[in-house]
């Protein structure tokens, strides 16, 4: 009798990994929970957190611990990972994935390593899963125990990484061409998404690093085999990005910097011309306003050449002005 997909709620895929043969079995959507318990290799079991009788089904399955279970269903945004009776589980970051496009809006990933399983979980579609399993169908003989499988979800996170890193590289020499072009532009807007995606990465990338760090030296009974050998080649890559990913941080700050002071340059230029408009032009006020006066006995009232005079008066108070600016150095 063919079971109905319900029986394992939220599959997305299973691979059935025979080392032996150097194969992995892409098991069928309708299969069973009792096909999930192989003798022979182990099993790669991806879920889709948005079913809700997920959690239900990881109670009953064997081989988790209630610690593990938890690390597969939080909704917690932050990196974890933990090792504890010969299980690895957590939370590692990773990037959404859309049908036709990926993004870079963050997600997170759950995941449990034993020797006998490895449980991935989500509940967006994410890039480094995709791309580990078209890796797997490609060459499924260097899987030979599921600590593999892992080591490539963080290897494809990381290949994810670097080419983020170009893309971000690429829009900050394009910001760069027009700031320090002579006509000055304001590329602040531009550059505030590359800068939050960058400090976001440096700041998951540091957690990711210390925690596999502190998971590398748990006790020999709590790793599953072969995590220590993996956790080394794994802080080695992460380091490597991580050190490209600061770099792009500090060039991104030091550009924020180089448009803010272009900006306050000619904000300064523009307050120093207005200032020396006013100089020029407050002498002048001065004279128009002391003939402006309705007072009595004002000089050159009476006659007919009393405007001309007052013009006299207001070119001698430019002049004035301009030669008083010169002395001070001003202009």
Known sequence: MVLQTSDIPGLVWAYHFQPENRKALRMPNECSRSQLEVQDGFVWLHLNLADARVPAFLETFPGLTEQARTALTTHDTHAAIAAEDQLLFGTLVDFQREFDADTRDIAWQHFAVSDRF????RLQPLRSIDRARAAIEKNAG??????????????????TLISLVLEMTEELNVIEDFVYDNTPRD???????VRR????????????????????AADDEDMPAGFEDVAG??????????????????????????????????????LYILS??????????LVTGFFGM?????????GVSGTLYAVGFIVLSIALAWWLLRRAGII
Do not use: C, G, W
């Open 118 to 121: 490895i449980i991935t979980t």
């Open 142 to 159: 260097k899987y030979s125990q599921p600590i593999h499988v892992f080591e490539t979800l963080v290897a494809e996170f990381q290949r």
């Open 233 to 270: 080649r794994l802080t080695n890559r992460l380091e490597a990005v991580d050190h490209d990913v600061y770099a792009l941080q500090e060039r991104a700050r030091l550009l924020h910097e180089e448009i803010d002071s272009k900006l306050s340059s000619e904000t300064n230029r523009h």
């Open 187 to 193: 590329e602040r807007r531009r550059l505030a998404p």
């Open 294 to 302: 309705n007072t009595s006995s004002l000089p050159f009232a009476e």
């Open 276 to 285: 020396l408009m006013t100089a020029f032009l407050l002498p002048p006020s």
């Open 197 to 216: 995606t960058v400090v976001r990465l440096h700041r998951h990338l540091r957690t990711v690093l210390t925690l596999m760090r502190r998971a590398s």
